[in-house]
């Protein structure tokens, strides 16, 4: 009966203790898989020099959008090559630059 109970009593503290479930999910889950883990695109670059923008790294196909600063849509130029510049005749000041994810702000003078 004593080794009944002491066995109840350690299979209990064993199943209530949380700190080693914890360490028993993390050690399966610390690294994923080397197939699993994606290649990094380089990122996309975008500066601004008097009326030129240009462009290095992005995807063929995307669209670079133009915004005002008060998110007023400007001008919109589909990228035919990953590094390219690009003539833009708008005013001077301060503009947003949308390429897929990436925004950046820049300033035309």
């Not at 995807?59 to 390219?84: C, D």
């Not at 690009?86 to 005013?91: C, E, H, K, P, S």
Request: hydrophobic share 40%; with cysteine.
């Amino acid at each position: 009966m004593k080794c009944l109970l002491i066995i109840g009593v350690m299979l209990l503290a064993w199943v209530s203790n949380p700190v080693l479930a914890q360490e028993q999910k993390s050690e399966k889950t610390a690294t994923p898989p080397a197939t699993e883990q994606k290649k990094e695109e380089p990122k996309i670059e975008i500066s601004a020099f008097e009326n030129r923008i240009t462009v290095k790294n992005a995807p063929i196909g995307n669209t670079l959008e133009i915004y005002s600063i008060v998110g007023i849509k400007v001008k919109e130029i589909k990228i035919k090559h990953p590094s390219e510049e690009y003539v833009v005749d708008i005013a001077k000041g301060y503009y947003i630059i949308r390429i897929g994810e990436t925004v950046q702000k820049v300033a035309i003078r």
